[in-house]
């Protein structure tokens, strides 16, 4: 099993930006997809973004579209998600995801990172 482990969170003003970074613990495999959520208190775990690691287009929820960006460097195997314009309703613990099937349902995925916090301030 893949391990992934998140960095990146902290807290911003609304209006800032943050990037986090997933990093594997080894080389994703060519159908390897990798995934953005996030959990708010109180809520279920949400879909943010994904993509396949070797090449393909990115996927991304409507309420992040625009402002967050997933990317991924092959030599080093980081994930990263740029989140730009951070809102207060952004805040969450945002966790990293493997899987094999270019979806957002977290189900599809079997690995995960602890996740990270961020949070954001008015």
């Known amino acids: 099993q893949v391990l992934l482990a998140e960095s990146g969170g902290g807290s911003v003003q609304a209006g800032g930006s943050l990037r986090l970074s997933c990093t594997s613990s080894?080389?994703?495999?060519?159908?390897?997809?990798f995934g953005w959520f996030r959990q708010a208190p109180g809520k279920e775990r949400e879909f943010v973004a994904l993509v396949r690691w070797h090449g393909g287009s990115a996927f991304y929820a409507d309420s992040v579209k625009g402002r967050f960006i997933i990317s991924r460097d092959n030599p080093t195997n980081i994930l990263y998600l740029q989140m730009n314009n951070l809102q207060v309703e952004d805040t969450a613990v945002y966790y990293c995801?493997?899987?094999?099937?270019?979806?957002?349902?977290?189900?599809?995925?079997?690995?995960w990172g602890q996740g990270t916090q961020v949070t954001v301030t008015s």
């Open positions: 995801a493997r899987g094999d099937r270019y979806e957002s349902d977290s189900r599809a995925y079997d690995s």
């Open positions: 080894a080389r994703p495999y060519s159908r390897s997809v």
